[in-house]
């Protein structure tokens, strides 16, 4: 343990230096607020509400820029509702967000037929088809399918979207 500490002492000593200081703030905003205006906070309420947020969605997202477009924003807040959905119905949900942003690109009809008009946004058409044809198989046939596998393709989806996202700010 002694060497990890002595090769990374300037690393502790500012991540030391960071914790004194959030707990400085913390305290000064704990002494400073007007609990008369807002009988119901207590600390906690104040701490997650400020800071609670900000932390999960930094280690979920990472930081984002704030030049990202606010349909990204809206869909990162979005995603976490997603998420807590079965696989399938992530690729279902997933499908309708796609969907939704090429309808605000300007593009009309289902989504197969936008597809099938390969808009000029898309640089990855092929791995769209495929997993709106999924998409199309979980709805429309009542078959079990590999969970694991409907897991990792509505990650990649959702992956996808984000990208998409970030490629149609530009």
Not at 123 to 141: A, G
């Amino acid at each position: 343990m002694k060497p990890f500490l002595k090769k990374n002492r300037e690393y502790i000593f500012i991540i030391c230096v960071f914790i004194l200081i959030k707990a400085f703030l913390f305290y000064w905003a704990e002494f400073n607020f007007n609990y008369t205006k807002y009988p119901d906070e207590t600390a906690i309420s104040i701490w997650d509400r400020w800071d609670t947020r900000a932390y999960k969605t930094i280690a979920e997202f990472g930081y984002t820029s704030p030049n990202d477009p606010e349909d990204y924003q809206k869909f990162l807040s979005h995603t976490k509702s997603i998420e807590k959905l079965s696989a399938s119905e992530q690729i279902v949900q997933y499908d309708k967000v796609y969907h939704h942003i090429l309808q605000e690109l300007g593009y009309s009809g289902t989504f197969g037929e936008i597809l099938k008009r390969t808009p000029k946004e898309i640089t990855n058409i092929q791995d769209i088809w495929t997993l709106h044809k999924l998409r199309n198989t979980l709805v429309h046939e009542l078959e079990k399918h590999n969970q694991l596998l409907l897991s990792q393709q509505a990650g990649k989806y959702r992956k996808i979207i984000i990208s998409f996202l970030k490629q149609v700010k530009n």
